[in-house]
């Protein structure tokens, strides 16, 4: 996978420009914090959802995704509000969660390609993540946790294809340059998003 990743320029520009913004959430993030118990799990699964919902619904409002990317199999927020329901969520308690109003800008092809990188590559870490919180809090895939292991087996191929599709896509030196601003900014809004929430340590 990784010499094929080498020969996407694009992605070289995503790592390089986002590794220091992915580091510092990642820090943040309290999977691994001993104050992590089934509640503040939920409140952070509420916050994932109130970011992730509005943004996927922006992304399939865009309309910026070539026929040949199913974006449908690939949203997160229902996986998200199942987790939330086996969580102790009711629906109406769901649908009254508080939700992110600044979303990075999804305008043009390199923009959506951007947001899709971050939301992508999250599940990468998801396959540890998940992990951890089935050893610690005994969550998984039936009581709360389907959202961190959300492409089971298929984590790894669903990866390459999005990398392959990535690759597939002609962009000069400035759409590159807007695929990375984008990645960059669903990051911070993620970050500003999950601060207000005071679900980060």
Not at 57 to 70: E, I, Q, V
Not at 99 to 109: D, E, F, G, Q
Not at 186 to 201: A, D, K, Q, Y
């Amino acid at each position: 996978m990784q010499a094929k990743a080498r020969e996407v320029p694009v992605l070289q520009d995503l790592r390089a420009g986002t590794a220091e913004l992915h580091i510092r959430l990642e820090r943040q993030l309290p999977f691994f914090s001993d104050l992590l118990d089934t509640n503040a799990f939920q409140r952070l699964m509420q916050a994932y959802y109130g970011f992730y919902m509005p943004l996927e619904n922006a992304l399939l409002a865009s309309d910026m995704t070539s026929a040949d990317f199913d974006l449908v199999s690939r949203l997160k927020a229902p996986t998200l509000c199942k987790d939330l329901h086996a969580l102790g969520l009711s629906a109406e308690a769901i649908e009254c969660l508080p939700i992110c109003h600044s979303l990075p800008a999804i305008n043009c092809r390199p923009t959506c390609l951007g947001v899709l990188y971050v939301l992508e590559g999250a599940t990468l870490g998801g396959q540890i993540l998940r992990r951890e919180m089935a050893s610690r809090l005994g969550l998984n895939a039936d009581n709360g946790a389907a959202f961190l292991d959300i492409y089971g087996a298929d984590t790894g191929r669903r990866w390459r294809d999005f990398i392959a599709y990535l690759g597939s896509r002609s962009l000069d030196t400035g759409e590159r340059g807007a695929v990375v601003m984008a990645a960059r900014a669903t990051f911070g809004c993620f970050e500003r998003w999950l601060e207000s929430r005071e679900v980060l340590i």
